[in-house]
């Protein structure tokens, strides 16, 4: 059964760098049939869709996150990782990381648990 | 970039009761595209249907879905206590994901 875990910082402060790692076991991230993305969700809004990558390295971003946002993957290790960059409060969110199918339909499935990470100083 | 409305922003029904959520799209969005979530309190959001009307793997029965082009629909017959959640439509563009805002289904 595939599953995904998100590591990292719970806590940056404003202006630095998010970072954070999605480890996924039980099914290899070098698929062809799957996007690889992150998701955010501030504290008691909705869902906002960050970007994606595909095995080969394609990446496809949210046109209003897309300056500082690079997601980028490690097949070695079966992971990928999402760097956003210059953060303020407005970045404090849950963010998960899911797998995105690509082959026919288009759906997030599974998702992480979530990791809450939090812009203060 | 199509924008997704969902409708209403809080459904409060009683256990046996049906749910009808509605999710607009400002512009026609391919069915094969349009899915919805459920997302209960501390939880990551769980895949409930895909192509518009297609139930992902262990998704009961009650949960149904419908619609195209504009106006998609998520049907619950009759909800039961673990239906009480928050509800998501999702679609994928030319800019890629967008979720609705949610409805959430609340116990009356």
């Known amino acids: 059964q595939l599953q995904l875990q998100e590591s990292g910082p719970g806590l940056v402060k404003p202006s630095e760098t998010l970072s954070l790692t999605c480890t996924v076991s039980?099914?290899?991230?070098?698929?062809?049939?799957?996007?690889w993305g992150w998701i955010r969700q501030p504290p008691g809004k909705g869902l906002e869709w960050i970007g994606s990558?595909?095995?080969?390295?394609?990446?496809h971003y949210n046109p209003s996150l897309k300056s500082r946002v690079t997601i980028s993957l490690d097949t070695s290790k079966n992971q990928f990782s999402l760097k956003v960059s210059s953060v303020t409060a407005a970045d404090t969110a849950v963010y998960y990381c899911?797998?995105?199918?690509?082959?026919?339909?288009?759906?997030?499935?599974?998702w992480g648990q979530g990791t809450l990470v939090t812009v203060s100083s | 970039e199509s924008v997704l409305t969902q409708s209403p922003g809080t459904l409060s029904l009683s256990p046996g009761e049906r749910a009808t959520l509605s999710c607009r799209a400002s512009?026609?969005?391919?069915?094969?595209?349009l899915a919805w979530y459920q997302q209960k309190p501390g939880q990551a959001p769980r895949l409930l249907i895909y192509?518009?009307?297609r139930r992902a793997t262990g998704i009961p029965d009650r949960f149904g879905g419908s619609g195209s082009g504009t106006d998609f629909t998520l049907t619950i017959s009759r909800l039961e206590p673990e239906d009480f959640a928050v509800y998501y439509c999702q679609q994928y563009g030319s800019t890629g994901l967008t979720f609705g805002g949610g409805t959430k289904v609340e116990i009356k």
């Open positions: 990558i595909y095995y080969s390295g394609s990446t």
């Open positions: 512009q026609s969005v391919s069915s094969s595209y």
């Open positions: 899911a797998r995105l199918r690509i082959l026919e339909w288009r759906n997030l499935d599974p």
């Open positions: 192509g518009a009307s």
């Open positions: 039980g099914g290899s991230i070098s698929s062809n049939n799957y996007y």
